[in-house]
C-alpha cells in the first residue's frame, strides 16, 4: 500500500473533484477555489470531472480515467461510494479502493468524501464517515470528516439550513463542506480565513462555519502522512 502523497505544500493546487451531484451542489469546486486562493495567495484551479455516477460505475465510463490521468493533480477529491441509507446493507468498497490507489500512483493526495447527512438523519453523517475511514484503513486516504462537521454545526446553529431538498447542500452546507476540504488541501486553519463578501452568506454566519471546520478537524484528523 503506499503512502499517501503530501502536497499541503505545492506550489500550486490542482484539485479534481468526482463524484454524482454532490460534488456540485453550489458550485462546490468554485467555492473551494475561491477559499484556496484566498488563504493561500496560491494558484488554484478546481475542477469538476465529467459525469455523475457512483465510483464503481465510473471504472469503466470512459471519462473519469481520463480525466485523473488528463493533468498532474495535487489533490483528487472522490465522493459516491454506494452505502446503504438505513445501514441494513453493504456495498463494495473495491472501486474506491482502486480510485485511491490510482491517486497516489499518479501522485495526487486522495480525499475521500463521505457525503452530509440527509436532513433529520441524526445518525446518518457518523456512519458513513465511519465507513470511509474502514476504505482509508484498507488503502490508506485522507478521509474529511463531512458528516461530523455538519453533524456539529447543524446542532449549534439550528436555525440555519443546511440542506435545500432534504438532501443536497444549500450554500450554508456547501461552504461548510468546502472549509474542511480547504484545511485539508492547504495545512491551514479554516478559521483564520477572513469574511468573504463574494460568498453570499453573512459575515457572522460565515465566522461561525469556519470555527466549525477547524473544530472538527482539531477532533477529527484526516490525513496520516
Partial sequence: MLPIPD????????????????????????VLSTLLKQGTGKTT???????WGYLDERLNDGVTLAALQSKNWSHVIWQAQKYSTTG????????SEYWIALSKQLAATPIMFPEHPQRGNAEEGMRVYLLHLGIAGR???CVAPIGPAWDNAVGMLPQTSFHT??????????LLTALVFYEIISG????????????ALAEQLQAQLRQTASATLQQYSACTY
Fill in 7 to 30: 502536497n499541503r505544500y505545492a506550489d500550486q493546487y490542482q484539485v479534481l473533484l468526482v463524484g454524482n451531484s454532490h460534488v456540485s451542489s453550489n458550485n462546490l469546486a468554485s
Fill in 45 to 51: 484551479v478546481a475542477t469538476l470531472a465529467p459525469g
Fill in 88 to 95: 441494513q446493507y453493504s456495498y463494495s468498497t473495491a472501486a
Fill in 139 to 141: 488503502e490508506a486516504s
Fill in 165 to 174: 431538498d432534504g438532501n443536497h447542500a444549500s450554500l450554508a452546507g456547501t
Fill in 188 to 199: 491551514g486553519s479554516a478559521d483564520e480565513l477572513p469574511y468573504m463578501p463574494q460568498i
